[in-house]
């Protein structure tokens, strides 16, 4: 299974980017999904994830009310609107999928991964 994570890059602090996280649709049928990131010098955290049913989604408190996870089937991406950006935002962001339509926020049940993508904010 792969997955194919763009939309990294440059940008100020307050402003935005969308990821993208692409698979064939066959990947992600039945599957949940989630976005992690790893900043240098620092372990990976977990900062959404989206079950397979529904829109219902769950947020790391360092991005809740920023970030949006949002997923369209047909096309086979997932997305994390990253909005009001902050130097500490600055990471490799991952995706991956889990083989079970169930949400989670743990890295470890997830059973495939992206490349990453970086995503750099300055102040």
């Known amino acids: 299974v792969q997955l194919q994570a763009s939309g990294g890059g440059s940008v100020q602090a307050g402003g935005s980017l969308r990821l993208s996280c692409t698979g064939s649709?066959?990947?992600?049928?039945?599957?949940?999904m989630g976005w992690f990131r790893q900043a240098p010098g620092k372990e990976r955290e977990s900062v959404a994830a989206i079950g397979w049913g529904g829109p219902a989604a769950l947020y790391a408190d360092s991005v809740k009310g920023r970030f949006t996870i949002s997923r369209d089937i047909v096309k086979g991406t997932v997305y994390l609107q990253m909005n009001n950006l902050k130097p500490e935002d600055t990471a490799v962001h991952y995706c991956a999928g889990r083989r079970s339509a169930g949400i989670s926020m743990s890295a470890t049940t997830h059973n495939y991964w992206g490349q990453g993508t970086l995503v750099t904010v300055s102040s």
């Open positions: 649709q066959r990947t992600f049928s039945n599957n949940a």
